[in-house]
């Protein structure tokens, strides 16, 4: 375990060098971790059987990037020594001509379509631009450890492919040797902008449809002893959402199988998936990159003694190996490419939805990332 001192001092060198890293801390952890890699090699992985850390993006067709264990320095240090107790003033957002009405316009056409075809919802989705000057990217990571402490924050660089950071709600999924466990989010409510903490039947429904859907494709991968609990509200910055865990063992299928059953869900796509992923690709008017895809460690082995007594018999013949896949969403995310940062936002389109309400809801989603920027 390094200091924290030492720790951010070897990864802002390892970023001056423009070597690739990441730096993450998982929800409600105090361990900050990173991998850093020794060379700019840019790696991928298809069929996702090695251990590292993985970066994927929204479409199926583009590749996975791996961070191998074995090209890559591992550090950790401990995540409760930050102390930002001035909060600086959050960065407001400069609209472009028209950015409004466009994506209200696009919002509109979603519901429409969803009124007079098969498809029942989709996830439209924009880029909110914020100025970068003078900016720190570990800075910032370091106040979304602060200001998250139930998301998934990181911030990950290769200088092939950009500088991401994020601070995510959304399991993907974990893989703890066969036990698999995921989560189905959907619906938001703006605690600053609302007093209730009520939910409607529109969002009840469409996290709903988030949960069979997920309970049906681990089914149909093989997966066993699958349930799911009842929907709860989960806090997430100021916003609260719709959550459900869902459990299952995994026998009889292989990690890759759930990847490919499980992304994208649709709660960042839509239902029924095709339809919706069309939909986006023709109707959005961007690429998403990474946004919605999906991050986080593969493959990780981890020994620990089996027991106490046992411990004592001295070697490691008693020491059980546990591999964890710990996967998130990438959601409540931005890029940052020369002076400007580009943070991601999107919500569920069903036919009860509103234009103007999932404007707004960008809006508020935008925040997330808006608050911990800092000069
Ligand atoms: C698409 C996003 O979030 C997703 C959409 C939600 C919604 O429609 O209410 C809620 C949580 C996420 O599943 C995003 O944050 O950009």
Redesign the pocket.
């Known amino acids: 375990m390094h200091s924290t001192k030492d720790f951010f001092n070897q990864l802002n060198t390892h970023y001056l060098k423009k070597l690739p890293f990441v730096v993450y801390r998982k929800p409600n952890d105090n361990i900050i971790k990173a991998f850093l890699q020794t060379d700019t090699a840019l790696l991928y992985t298809s069929e996702y059987q090695e251990q590292g850390f993985v970066f994927s993006p929204f479409s199926s067709l583009k590749r996975t990037v791996l961070f191998s264990t074995h090209k890559c320095t591992l550090l950790e240090t401990s995540a409760n020594q930050f102390n930002f107790t001035k909060s600086s003033p959050t960065q407001s957002p400069t609209f472009k001509i028209g950015e409004k009405e466009d994506h209200i316009a696009r919002v509109q056409n979603a519901i429409d379509t969803i009124k007079n075809s098969s498809l029942k919802k989709v ?1 439209i ?1 924009r880029v909110q631009e914020l100025p970068l000057s003078g900016h720190d990217p570990l800075e910032v990571m370091q106040r979304m450890v602060d200001r998250y402490a139930s998301a998934f924050a990181y911030c990950w660089y290769h200088p092939k492919v950009g500088l991401w950071l994020g601070a ?3 399991t993907f999924f974990r893989l703890t040797g066969k036990q698999i466990e995921t989560m189905s ?4 409510i703006d605690l600053q902008k609302n007093d209730t903490r009520s939910w409607r039947n529109k ?1 009840l429904e ?1 996290q709903q449809i ?1 949960t069979d859907y997920i309970i049906e494709k681990l089914n149909i991968a093989g997966v066993e002893k699958v349930t799911g609990t009842p929907a709860e509200s989960h806090q ?1 910055g100021n ?1 609260l ?2 959550k459900s865990k869902i459990t299952g063992r995994l026998d009889n299928s292989h990690l890759k199988n759930i990847v490919d059953v499980l992304h994208p ?1 649709p ?2 796509c839509g239902f029924p998936t095709k339809i919706a992923q069309q939909f986006i690709y023709e109707h959005e008017g961007y690429d998403r990159e990474f ?2 895809g999906f991050l986080g460690e593969l493959n990780l082995t981890s020994s620990k003694p089996r027991s106490d007594r046992r411990q004592n018999i001295e070697n490691q013949v008693y020491r059980s190996v546990k591999t964890t896949t710990d996967l998130f ?1 990438n ?2 995310c931005m890029q940052w490419r020369d002076l400007t940062a580009y943070v ?6 069903t036919a009860l939805s509103d234009a103007e309400a999932e404007w707004e ?2 809006l508020s ?1 935008s925040a ?1 990332m808006a608050d911990v920027m800092v000069k």
Not at 185 to 188: D, I, P, Q, R
Not at 344 to 349: D, L, P, Q, R, S
């Open positions: 996830v989705s995510t709600p959304e989010l959907a619906g938001t969002e469409e988030v997430a916003l959402h719709l869900t709660a960042v946004y919605t969403v959601l409540r991601y936002v999107g919500g569920g389109i809801e960008t989603k997330t």
